[in-house]
Each structure stands twice: as C-alpha cells, then as structure tokens.
C-alpha cells in the first residue's frame, strides 16, 4: 500500500518504520527535518519536509496515488484539515487522525474520519490499571 504519515514524532516515525519493514511504500512529512532523525537508518520510504495541508507538499508525497493518509501531529485542527484535504480533494480512500480532544472525536468520525484520541486511550489504560488492584 501507499501510506503517508504527516508527523514524524514518536508515533509518526515508529509507525513509519514498522509499515517500512512491511514493505509498504512510506512517505513521511514533517515541517522540521530535524524530527526524521527519529527513523532508522535502513528506512526505505521516503521522508519529505511539507505540510499534509498544503497540496503542493501532498503532490510531491504522492497523494494521487495514496491508499491511506494519517494525521499524527500534535494539533487537532492542522490533523482535521489535512484529512479532510486528503480525503476530498484527493480521493484517498483510507483517513485516520489522532485526536488529542477526546470530545472532537465524534465531530472528526462524522465527517468520515477514522480516529483514536491517545488522551482517551491513556485515560482508559490508567483507569484499568488502578480498577485492577
């Protein structure tokens, strides 16, 4: 599959790298350079310094030919533009977001957007934990 992730952080360039090493064609855009120093050295995909919000940047990470676009970054409204952007305007049939507004969720799935808020997810994992003893 083609895949582009916007957002190198952790999450972003650990993902990037374990659907590298699935032979998927990774595309990863950051607006740091500094922030692909997170990839391993054998990464095979493509890093790509741009925006998942301006369409010159998506061109060049291959959006016409993407099976699926994610949104990691750390804001929920540069994530939501950028789907929705992915989505209409180039027909990416597969979008997924972080959200860190575990509230915006809902607003983001219906519009179509897959989603996971990682503050629901930690919240939910820590209310396990203490539930359990």
Do not use: W
């Not at 992730?5 to 595309?27: F, K, P």
């Not at 922030?35 to 060049?60: C, H, I, M, W, Y």
């Amino acid at each position: 599959m083609n895949i582009i992730i916007m957002g190198c952080g952790r999450v972003g360039s650990s993902l990037a790298s374990r659907l590298d090493n699935e032979n998927h064609s990774v595309t990863i855009m950051d607006l740091d350079s500094n922030s692909f120093r997170r990839l391993p050295e054998n990464f095979k995909g493509t890093a790509l310094v741009g925006s998942g919000t301006d369409q010159s940047a998506l061109e060049r990470a291959g959006a016409n030919n993407a099976n699926i676009f994610i949104a990691l970054t750390q804001g929920d409204n540069r994530n939501l533009t950028a789907v929705q952007i992915a989505k209409h305007i180039y027909g990416i049939p597969r979008v997924i977001s972080r959200v860190y507004d575990h509230n915006r969720a809902s607003i983001f799935e219906k519009l179509g957007i897959e989603t996971f808020s990682s503050t629901g997810i930690v919240s939910n994992m820590m209310h396990d934990i203490i539930s359990e003893k």
